[in-house]
């Protein structure tokens, strides 16, 4: 009988007949006793063959348990659900779509043993391909699709900063948003309990939301990124559009949640730094003005322009066109430069159209509830 500690491992699933076998595969190559775990898999209600498929891994692992959630609103609601059934001391949280490294549990354990003011421990997020020819999922590798490191300015191993007494809203949703992602984080469940903490019930941000549950109390969270998973993204740009809409659209509720002082942000991410400054309005949010902002506003800006000098006789409305239409230029440039760098080169084109269409799903999200949160958030470039 193994003397480790009993974690708990526990991944929402609605429909994941394409990825679940290959999440389970990598699981079971955990180096991790085998009774020293279980498998809590809450499914939101799936159409597809991923009930058939975990019935059958049932039959010869007894650890996977299956919580069956019908008609479930959010993977928040499924975990909810499933936390009611576990029984470990650390709940480690992934999703049907990822591959554990083989050192996950025991990496993430090493430093909740070492300070019990840890509540949680994250990992680094990478790629795993299912397809070499799928094009978004190459994209996805490409952009560094949910990786922790550069999301903070590439940070190294350790812990997150303090949470802020007053936050402002870039704390909350912006880039100094410190949170894990429920694709890479396990969580002591003595702290989730002393705080009484569940997921909200809102398609996304739950994850955000748990985070600061905890850091607004004073409990630590920790880096780590030897605990690793490899992600199987979404494989049709479709579904990645409308990810990144609903990204955008939880940080509304978060900042309406955690952020008391009105005040818009405003971030001039094209600038070297991002220096920022404070909007003294009745209103709550952020606007973040980088490379894509400002090829459209200089876009729209040398439009007027040329329409302006047809109109109006006089050279120095055509110098400024010109200095707009150069300015745009070099916006473009800027945002679209890291695209020469993927491979095929041939597929520039379809690079770009997905980098701009991403870009802009996550504004539209950042705009899409801001009369009924009356908080404004106009989200960074890419």
């Known amino acids: ?27 079971l190559a955990v180096d ?35 919580v069956a959630i019908a008609n479930s609103p959010s993977p928040g609601y499924a975990r909810n659900k499933a936390l009611e059934v ?21 990496e993430m354990l090493r430093h909740f043993q070492r300070d019990p003011k840890i509540a949680a421990v994250g990992g680094e997020v990478y790629t795993l391909k299912v397809d070499p020819n799928n094009m978004v999922e190459a994209w ?42 429920t694709c890479n984080v ?14 909200w019930d809102r398609p996304t941000g739950e994850d955000m939301d748990l985070s600061y549950q905890h850091r607004s109390r004073g409990w630590k969270f920790y880096f780590a ?10 494989a049709d740009l479709k579904a990645l559009l409308k990810v990144w809409v609903t990204y955008g659209q939880a940080h509304l509720p978060l900042i309406d949640k955690y952020v008391k002082r009105n005040g818009v942000v405003v971030i001039l991410q094209f600038l070297k730094k991002a220096p920022s400054f404070t909007l003294a ?28 000098s047809l109109l109006i ?21 800027q945002y679209v430069k890291w695209n020469f760098d993927m491979e095929p080169k041939s597929a520039f084109w379809t690079w770009g159209k997905m980098k701009y269409l991403t870009n802009l799903s996550f504004i539209k999200g950042g705009l899409k509830d801001s009369k009924k949160y009356k908080i404004f958030c106009i989200e960074p470039s890419f």
């Open 1 to 27: 009988m193994s003397q480790m500690p009993l974690v708990s491992i526990i991944i929402p699933v609605k429909n994941f007949e394409r990825t679940i076998e290959k999440t389970f595969e990598y699981l």
């Open 32 to 66: 991790y006793p085998r009774d020293s775990w279980e498998w809590v898999i809450a499914d939101g209600g799936s159409t597809d063959k991923t009930i058939e498929i975990i019935k059958k891994w049932q039959e010869k692992y007894p650890f996977i348990q299956l």
């Open 86 to 106: 576990v029984k470990g001391e650390f709940l480690f949280f992934t999703d049907a779509d990822c591959a554990p490294d083989k050192n996950w549990i025991s």
């Open 140 to 181: 996805c590798q490409h952009f560094r699709f949910n990786m922790v490191s550069p999301r903070y300015g590439f940070i190294q191993e350790g812990y997150f900063p303090d949470f802020s007494k007053e936050p402002n809203p870039i704390d909350i949703g912006g880039h100094k948003a410190y949170f894990f992602g």
């Open 186 to 199: 396990a969580y002591r469940r003595s702290a989730m309990k002393e705080i009484n903490a569940k997921f």
């Open 225 to 234: 990124p030897k605990a690793k998973v490899d992600h199987m993204h979404r």
């Open 281 to 308: 309005l009745p209103i709550r949010g952020f606007i973040y003005v980088g490379n894509f902002h400002m090829l459209h506003l200089c876009a729209l800006l040398s439009l007027l322009g040329i329409v302006a």
């Open 313 to 333: 006789a006089g050279w120095a409305i055509k110098i400024a066109t010109v200095a707009l239409l150069l300015c745009t230029l070099h916006f473009a440039y």
